[in-house]
Nanobody, 119 residues
Framework: QVQLVESGGGLVQPGESLRLSCAAS????????MGWYRQAPGKVRELVARISTDGRFTYGDSVQGRFFTSRDNAKHTVYLQMNSLKPEDTAVYYCNYQAVVSGVIYEYWGQGTQVTVSS
């Protein structure tokens, strides 16, 4: 089992920045991918950003150039720097942990943190 604890959500105005953090604990493997997904009311959960242990990353189309992800492998923590926030970025942001062992995908989710962008 892997436990994920998110922090950093809140209410900001359009154009402002926010930084999310997610710390993993438990049965963490040496090779994994951590990242962020989000879900707005009435919409499906979508990828925001993810980054692997060796630093390979992927971003969702809607956040390219505005959001940046990084990780501290020693602390098992992933970060999401969100810049130039827009009202459409409003959603619950979920931390995600994935690892593959002998072809089996193990996946865990955090409890989610609310990000609201409004004037």
């Amino acid at each position: 089992q892997v436990q994920l604890v998110e922090s950093g959500g809140g209410l900001v105005q359009p154009g402002e920045s926010l930084r999310l953090s997610c710390a993993a604990s438990g049965s963490i493997l040496s090779v994994d991918t951590m990242g962020w997904y989000r879900q707005a009311p009435g919409k499906v959960r979508e990828l925001v950003a993810r980054i692997s242990t060796d630093g390979r990353f992927t971003y969702g189309d809607s956040v390219q150039g505005r959001f940046f992800t990084s990780r501290d492998n020693a602390k098992h923590t992933v970060y999401l720097q969100m810049n130039s926030l827009k009202p459409e970025d409003t959603a619950v942001y979920y931390c995600n942990y994935q690892a593959v062992v002998s072809g089996v995908i193990y996946e865990y989710w955090g409890q989610g943190t609310q990000v609201t962008v409004s004037s």
